[in-house]
């Protein structure tokens, strides 16, 4: 079955640091791999998407991820971290039959 | 282009009382799915409908969950009787009909809270 590990479950960074979160898939054939976000109260954002192509994805709010099948990697990144990102991530895989979602990391902001 | 629209976006029962949660998915998308979050744990898939069929029914928890979608088109969720375990929020996603990797969007889901 297809499955999502996100390891970090809580991560703090300074604003303006970069920023990785890691994601690790389990799959035989190319996945379909998903970031997700959810601000305090609010609902999942899809943040990029990978089907297929160009390993390197961009998304939305200055994000991109790395698909990296020798290391069975997904990490989300972003250069320089606003205040405005502090929430909760998720990684996930699947598509047309349903989407099975890690565990999430939440994602603390410090000035 | 509307987005998928859920209602009532938070709701407060009491145990044992009936909460029905209406999801309205993106105009044209014949693939709806229900998914929770309790209690800040996994976000977990409780069932997947084509048009008016149901799909995949296996994450539903139990027969205190009915999910319906009449025509095809919005669906609701039923809880009844509501336990306090049922607190958490529940997201509604749509996605067209086609193969393997369509990107489900997500509504920006009904919070439940049972006292």
């Known amino acids: 079955a297809q499955s999502v590990t996100q390891p970090d479950i809580h991560i703090t960074v300074s604003e303006g640091a970069s920023l990785e979160l890691r994601c690790n898939y389990s799959?035989?054939?190319?996945?379909?791999l998903f970031w997700y976000v959810q601000s305090p109260g609010q609902g999942l954002q899809l943040l990029l998407k990978?089907?297929?192509?160009?390993?390197l994805v961009q998304g939305i709010k200055g994000f991109e991820a790395e698909f990296k099948r020798s290391q069975s990697s997904f990490n989300l990144r972003k250069p320089s971290v606003h205040w405005s990102d502090a929430a909760e991530y998720f990684c996930a895989t699947g598509g047309y039959q349903k989407v099975t979602f890690g565990t999430g990391t939440k994602l603390q902001v410090i000035p | 282009e509307a987005g998928v629209t859920q209602f009532p976006s938070h709701s407060v029962i009491e145990k044992g009382q009936t909460v029905t949660l209406r999801c309205d998915p993106i105009?044209?998308?014949?693939?709806l799915y229900w998914y929770r979050r309790v209690m800040g744990k996994e976000i977990k898939f409780l069932l997947h409908?084509?048009?008016?069929?149901?799909?995949?029914e296996s994450g539903m928890p139990n027969n205190r969950f009915l999910a319906e979608r009449t025509g095809g088109t919005y669906s609701t969720l039923k809880v009844q009787p509501a336990e306090l375990e049922d607190s958490g929020v529940y997201f509604c996603?749509?996605?067209?009909?086609?193969?393997?990797?369509?990107?489900?969007?997500f509504g920006e889901g009904s919070w439940l809270t049972v006292v």
């Open positions: 105009s044209g998308h014949d693939n």
């Open positions: 799959y035989g054939a190319t996945p379909y």
């Open positions: 409908f084509v048009k008016e069929s149901k799909q995949d």
């Open positions: 996603a749509s996605s067209q009909q086609g193969g393997s990797g369509n990107t489900i969007y």
């Open positions: 990978y089907f297929s192509g160009d390993t």
